[in-house]
């Protein structure tokens, strides 16, 4: 279980992944050694999983981003496992979730502009297995992105 | 900007796990440290590397309910959206908020600590806020980030 000292040190973290031990014993009025020991076990439990590097793609080229909601046609057995092991192969796809809800998948597709999106759609995700329903929302602006958990 | 493969190697190994110090990531792939220092720097100076973020087990923090929100508002046009994004932004459980065009106006991500928690969340916070029509909820069962055309 947290408690509040690790619960501050995670905020701290995940308002700025590259704080290091120092600055964190510093925030937070415990010696460097204690902190250590925290984050090591806070590894150790599984918590604390890492950090990766935000790719920013607009800066790439990548000025196009959609979300695909997908419904699979589940009187096929391995209609998730078919279509996932398919989407897994377009590598403009960066994120695949998979939901109980009216959608069942969910895919995030970035694309150069708007031709190279409708060439990926039809020739890597249309021909992907099982698919029943597909829509499209394409992304106007990100508002919040940060992803942090309300710890 | 123009990258190289070795730009890309780094990108995609970074984006895998940020913890990897130059040294590591130098010899990984066959550079001294301070042309991989010196490489990540530029990635970052372009603002191709936007930031690091943590990796989190967000069930063993207390968060076991992720929900995407898709929300229509129902008043366009006497809603202004600047408020209703400040308004919804600040909402600590909103994790993401992307304006989109489409079925929906705004695509959410939401965190709770469990369905019940994520209810009130929904009917306190979300639904009463002006302008707010339609919400479609899908509970999220798994997630897959994929290292993208690099």
Redesign the interface.
């Given at each position: 279980m947290l408690d509040d000292i690790d619960r501050r040190l995670l905020r701290l973290l995940q308002a700025d992944a590259a704080r290091g031990v120092p600055e964190l014993a510093d925030a937070i009025g415990l010696t460097p050694a204690k902190v250590t020991r925290r984050l090591d076990r806070l590894r150790e439990d599984g918590v604390l999983k890492g950090s990766r590097a935000i790719i920013n793609w607009a800066a790439l080229g990548y000025a196009v981003s959609v979300s695909l909601r997908i419904t699979l046609d589940k009187t096929v057995s391995r209609a998730f496992d078919d279509f996932i092991a398919g989407a897994r192969k377009v590598p403009e796809v960066i994120e695949i979730q998979t939901f109980l809800g009216r959608v069942d998948v969910r895919l995030s597709l970035i694309a150069k502009d708007l031709p190279d999106y409708q060439r990926i759609y039809r020739e890597q995700v249309l021909p992907l297995p099982h698919i029943a329903d597909i829509e499209a929302l394409m992304t106007v602006a990100s508002v919040k992105s940060d992803e942090s958990l309300p710890l | 900007?123009t990258?190289d493969d070795l730009d890309f190697a780094l990108?995609r190994s970074?984006?895998?796990?940020?913890?990897q110090s130059t040294k590591q990531l130098g010899q990984k792939l066959g550079l001294s440290q301070s042309a991989t220092w010196r490489r990540i720097k530029r990635l970052q100076d372009?603002?191709?590397?936007?930031?690091?973020?943590?990796?989190?087990?967000?069930e063993?923090?207390?968060?076991g309910v992720t929900v995407?929100l898709?929300v229509k508002l129902a008043t366009k046009g006497r809603v202004s959206l600047e408020d209703f994004?400040r308004a919804?932004?600040a909402i600590?459980?909103?994790?993401?908020?992307?304006?989109?065009?489409?079925?929906?106006d705004?695509?959410l991500?939401v965190?709770a600590t469990d369905l019940a928690d994520f209810e009130r969340v929904l009917r306190r916070r979300i639904m009463t806020m002006p302008g707010v029509g339609d919400v479609?909820?899908?509970?999220?069962?798994?997630?897959?980030?994929?290292?993208?055309?690099?």
């Open positions: - | 900007m990258l990108l970074l984006a895998a796990n940020a913890d372009a603002g191709v590397i936007a930031g690091r973020s943590l990796v989190l087990d967000a063993k923090v207390g968060f995407f898709g994004e919804i932004g600590p459980e909103v994790q993401t908020v992307d304006h989109v065009l489409g079925l929906y705004y695509r991500r965190v479609e909820a899908n509970v999220l069962l798994s997630e897959e980030r994929r290292p993208g055309p690099i």
